[in-house]
């Protein structure tokens, strides 16, 4: 593997691993969430929204994760570099989603 590669691969699953190290942490229910604060239906019905927005990026990542196994295996470079950037455009929209989701909580 080309040595830029191995090191834009190397932030990835660093930046993987900090996302994952987060879920721990983070909020998995909405029970409570309405007896708690006083939460309109349109304020959980996106908060429902950016938690719906994380899983499917989710899916992408595990997608888009298979694929460069499969292009590193095959040696395909050309097409890795742009498995890669997808990935970290994906790990980029997930990152926002998840600030976004811990300044409306707060909000709420």
């Given at each position: 593997m080309e040595p830029d590669i191995s090191?834009?691969?190397?932030?990835?699953?660093?930046?993987?691993?900090?996302?994952?190290?987060e879920l721990p942490e983070a909020p998995t229910d909405y029970a409570g969430l309405s007896n708690a604060v006083n939460?309109?239906?349109?304020?959980?019905?996106?908060?429902?929204d950016h938690d719906f927005?994380?899983?499917?990026?989710?899916?992408?990542?595990?997608?888009?994760?298979?694929?460069?196994?499969?292009?590193?295996?095959?040696?395909d470079y050309d097409s890795i570099s742009k498995v890669i950037e997808e990935l970290q455009e994906t790990l980029s929209r997930i990152e926002e989603?998840?600030?976004?989701?811990?300044?409306?909580?707060?909000w709420m």
């Open positions: 090191r834009v691969i190397n932030k990835l699953i660093f930046r993987l691993n900090h996302l994952y190290g939460v309109h239906e349109e304020e959980l019905e996106k908060l429902m927005t994380m899983i499917t990026l989710a899916e992408e990542i595990e997608t888009k994760g298979k694929e460069l196994l499969e292009l590193t295996m095959r040696g989603i998840i600030s976004s989701r811990e300044a409306f909580l707060k």
